[in-house]
């Protein structure tokens, strides 16, 4: 999946500079064809048929309907009128005894109101990113890019908002505003970034893919431990005067090479460059983090779960002390807590038989015999025969 969904360059994007009315996007058509502006007075009436007017200059084949409404509240209409829409003007300080250019306050406010369409939208609650977008969806670079949060921007608002000021400059002063060009935008860009699918859109695939891989070892341990409890290995350990923590520490070594290598290997796997990719990832990544919000990292979270097999090793002891099961003696919950237990005697004092010979440690778990007994069963051509897996045939 890193191959086929691989990390993607995208270069800084601006829009050129442009006029207000370069980029928008009109047709004659029967949807989108309607008008709507309130309150209806003289001088509303006027600023928006000045405001069509100039729209139909740019664009001669778009044909609106122009209609005054009774009220401000334009989602009283149906839905079929308001999905044939184009804009609504609420003018907000406008009084409705207004007749002229006298009658207009000194700074005219008004709200505009258009159509959202398609995967274009204008996305006002989005203005500012939340942050589990940024941290495990798209960046804010990514969001920047993202023209369907511009789209009816520069389509469509920014030329009407500059079309209904004209009519406004032009009705309060007088003067015919026919020059069209004398306003040009700037566009303030957005920088480059790298697209990853996989760490944005596919997120919740890591993880799983992570689990999985660790399922099956979960698995194979299960396995491994069902069959040492089926031969009684820490039995015969006990029976033998071994030490049960040599088993722990063997399992613990065994099953530590296995997420060792299965951990460098997602890692690498997540880190590694490809043939066709020009992002570079180095092992030091693991301990930052784009924002500082959120201080957890990669690497933290790997010794985390190194210390955490470390603890878990040591409860699998005390716990195993505790409760040796039907072969070991049971030692006290506060066994720990004895200097008994931590200082082992540093000599041993010796044990002599019936004849004074020292018994060794090799000979102490063998049955003493006496030189003067008869021994009352005897077996001949006693054989014992042993399978590759060391078990009875």
């Known amino acids: 999946m890193r191959y086929v969904m691989d990390r993607q360059y995208r270069g800084p994007y601006r829009i050129a500079r442009f006029l207000p009315q370069d980029l928008m996007t009109l047709e004659n058509s029967t949807t989108s ?6 309150p209806a007075t003289t001088c509303t009436s ?29 989602d009283s209409l149906p839905m079929s009128t308001q999905q044939q829409t184009y804009a609504f003007i609420y003018f907000t300080n406008v009084n409705l005894t207004c007749s002229s250019s006298v009658s207009l306050p000194d700074q005219v406010t008004y709200t505009l109101r258009m159509q959202e369409n398609g995967v274009f939208n204008y ?84 993880p799983i893919f992570i689990s999985i891989i660790y399922t099956i070892t979960f698995i194979m341990n299960v396995g491994y431990v069902v069959e040492e409890r089926h031969n009684k290995v820490k039995e015969y350990f006990r ?17 530590m090479c296995i997420y060792l290598v299965l951990t460098a290997l997602v890692t690498g796997l997540c880190l590694m460059r490809l043939p066709r990719s020009i992002y570079t990832v180095t092992y030091t990544d693991l301990y930052t983090n784009l924002f ?15 210390i955490w097999s470390v603890l878990y ?22 066994y720990i807590f004895q200097p008994s237990y931590w200082k082992r005697q540093s000599k041993i004092d010796p044990k002599f038989d019936q004849n004074g010979t020292e018994i060794t440690v090799l000979n102490r778990w063998i049955q003493e015999t006496k030189s003067n007994t008869t021994p009352c069963v005897s077996i001949n051509n006693l054989t014992k025969a042993i399978t590759e897996q060391g078990r009875p045939p």
């Open 123 to 206: 996305r006002a609650d989005k203005t500012v990113l939340e942050q589990s977008d940024y941290l495990w969806k798209t960046s804010p670079e990514q969001s920047c890019q993202d023209t369907g949060n511009t789209a009816n921007y520069t389509g469509a608002f920014l030329g009407m908002q500059y079309f209904i000021d004209l009519a406004i400059i032009e009705y309060v002063t007088n003067a015919s505003m026919n020059n069209l060009s004398n306003v040009r935008l700037n566009h303030f860009g957005c920088p480059a970034y790298y697209e990853d699918d996989l760490y944005s859109v596919y997120n919740f695939f890591i």
């Open 33 to 38: 064809s309607f008008i709507y502006y309130y």
């Open 313 to 334: 090793m040591v409860l699998a002891v005390y716990v195993e002390r505790i409760n040796p099961g039907n072969f070991g003696i049971a030692l006290p919950w506060y």
């Open 292 to 306: 500082d919000i959120y201080p957890l990292y990669l690497g933290i979270l790997m010794l985390l779960m190194l």
């Open 239 to 255: 029976i033998f005067g071994l030490n049960t923590w040599i088993n722990n520490l063997v399992w613990v070594c065994r099953a």
């Open 46 to 74: 006027s600023i928006v048929n000045n405001t069509v007017r100039h729209l139909k200059t740019s664009w001669p084949v778009f044909s609106p309907t122009v209609q005054s409404l009774s009220n401000s509240d334009i």
